[in-house]
């Protein structure tokens, strides 16, 4: 059975750096296509970055353009999400998807494997 488990979240000052992972279990990925989502409280699940397996190609919400890097080691199938600078507005649960290669990469429903979600909270 297709599984996802992300880790990495915590509690971080603004400023500060995490890394999240995305551990997939079988071959989860072999649609071709990896994402991160985020949901804060009230709000709708957002786009955050995708990442094509084949051929590196990556995408990312403005928002985060220039502090998050998404990233993927083919032979653990892991994904990783490394976000710099961050800020309270970058609080939320974090998700990890996995999809078939789309050019609509910011879609949720494009997405047909998810995560449980891990917390990010950062601190003013």
């Known amino acids: 059975q297709a599984q996802l488990v992300e880790s990495g979240g915590g509690l971080v000052q603004a400023g500060g750096s995490l890394r999240l992972s995305c551990a997939a279990s079988?071959?989860?990925?072999?649609?071709?296509?990896a994402g991160w989502f985020r949901q804060a409280p009230g709000k709708e699940r957002e786009f955050v970055a995708a990442?094509?397996?084949?051929?590196?190609?990556?995408w990312y919400a403005d928002s985060v353009k220039g502090r998050f890097t998404i990233s993927k080691e083919n032979g653990k199938s892991t994904v990783y999400l490394q976000m710099n600078s961050l800020t309270p507005e970058d609080t939320a649960v974090y998700y990890c998807?996995?999809?078939?290669?789309?050019?609509?990469?910011?879609?949720?429903?494009?997405?047909?494997?998810w995560g449980q979600g891990t917390q990010v909270t950062v601190s003013s």
């Open positions: 998807a996995a999809g078939v290669k789309t050019l609509r990469v910011n879609i949720p429903r494009m997405y047909n494997y």
């Open positions: 079988g071959r989860t990925f072999s649609g071709g296509l």
């Open positions: 990442i094509i397996w084949s051929a590196d190609g990556t």
